[in-house]
């Protein structure tokens, strides 16, 4: 419970609510003439807005203003969310229409977040949280996000969470100094720590891709020291042989959610099974040669291709996606056909390998097979 030795704890309450606002309106105004130049604003920017929040809550609907006036025309706009990218120090604003109840330090309602670029130390996460659970920790993205009802609010989030990382204070030290400041800052003597970040956050990614824990996982180029223009000829061949398993289990998977006919369904489960398999043997030949595959460009642009083709059949429905599909799986089978005899065994170095891609060509084959024999038993 914040304390206000001079008033009473009812009148400390209700001018809290009252003059925290006017006083983070104030400081606002007072920051306007540092305001970037992507705050400028057209007439259409505003209206766009103004239409979206017009039956919005008053207090997202206040904060949203705020932002606007402050860093100009948001990047985007939705009915639920407005947002703003690269804003000042910030790597995004965001204001929800939704209010969260949150109670500390003091009852209020959570609709605006600020994010930063900082990679959390894993060993720090829980703490943060415990300090301030509407506090959003995403390592693998490298963000840092603090969720509050007022701008300084974030900003003296943000700032003690780097106190607590780099152990300046500790978790209950961080509570206390956040009431306390909230009621320095009621009381208009605008503390540093709700004013302005304290230090500056990364200005390059903090993103954390973490560890595979499948053994004989692929590795991406440009991780761990791996070249980010490809890796050796035969960690290449593996992870296009893991590429395709993946693009042919996810395309079996979505088919079978349209439950289509016996035949098709069938074909699908086989499909799944099988590339499955080959994919777990991939990996484990990887292990025993001591090769590990490596996803490069080109093989992130075959994931890429896969998911494009299958995004283009998941609108599809009953005979139309069972067509599209078969066709799909005729095709890209004799792709993987090509790839296989064009480029793989020509590039594959270990003989283990090239023993593994002609297994897998075979299996290739016999699916084409399949899919055509499916596929014309279609058309009759």
């Known amino acids: 419970m914040i304390k206000i030795h001079t008033f009473s704890t009812a009148m ?15 400081a606002d105004t007072e920051k ?4 970037p130049a992507s705050a400028t604003m057209s ?9 979206t ?12 203003r705020e932002m606007m006036a402050k860093y100009g025309a948001p990047s985007e706009i939705t009915s639920e969310r407005i947002i703003w990218k690269n804003p000042g120090a910030y790597k995004r604003i965001m204001v929800t229409r939704d209010e969260i109840p949150h109670d500390f330090p003091k009852p209020h309602m959570d609709f605006l977040e600020h994010t930063i670029e900082y990679n959390v130390p894993q060993d720090k996460v829980a703490d943060l949280i415990a300090f301030d659970a509407s506090s959003t920790i995403n390592r693998t993205a490298g963000e840092l996000s603090a969720r509050c009802d007022l701008e300084g609010h974030n900003v003296l989030t943000l700032n003690l969470d780097r106190d607590i990382i780099e152990g300046k204070k500790t978790v209950a030290e961080a509570r206390k100094a956040f009431g306390d400041n909230v009621v320095q800052d009621v009381m208009g003597t605008h503390p540093a720590y709700v004013e302005e970040l304290q230090f500056k956050p990364s200005d390059k990614s903090a993103r954390f891709s ?9 590795k991406r180029a440009g991780e761990d020291g791996v070249d980010a223009g490809k890796g050796t000829d035969d960690a290449e061949v593996l992870a296009f042989i893991i590429a395709v398993d993946d693009n042919e289990i996810l395309a079996a998977a979505e088919a079978a959610k349209k439950k289509p006919s016996s035949a098709v369904l069938d074909y699908a489960k086989m499909m799944h099974q099988e590339h499955g398999k080959n994919e777990a043997e991939t990996m484990e030949l ?7 595959p ?15 083709e299958l995004a283009a059949l998941i609108p599809l429905q ?13 095709k890209g089978h004799t792709e993987v056909l090509e790839m296989i005899d064009n480029k793989l065994l020509k590039t594959a170095d270990n003989d283990a390998v090239k023993k593994h891609l002609n297994e897998t060509r075979s299996t290739v084959a016999q699916h084409l097979e399949m899919g055509k024999k499916l596929q014309a038993s279609m058309k009759r």
């Not at 973490?210 to 692929?218: C, F, L, N, T, Y």
């Not at 292990?287 to 590990?292: L, Y």
């Open 12 to 26: 400390a309450s209700v001018l809290a609510l009252t003059v925290t606002l006017l006083s983070a309106h104030a």
């Open 32 to 35: 306007s003439e540092k305001k």
């Open 43 to 51: 007439s259409s920017d505003s209206s766009s807005m103004e239409k």
């Open 53 to 64: 929040i017009a039956d919005w809550p008053n207090r997202p609907k206040l904060a949203a």
């Open 210 to 218: 973490d560890q595979p824990v499948i053994p004989g996982s692929p």
């Open 286 to 292: 990887g292990q025993k040669i001591n090769v590990t």
């Open 294 to 308: 490596v996803d490069t460009a080109d093989v992130d642009k075959l994931r890429v291709k896969g998911a494009g």
């Open 318 to 330: 009953g005979d139309n996606f069972e067509a599209a599909y078969v066709a799909a799986m005729v």
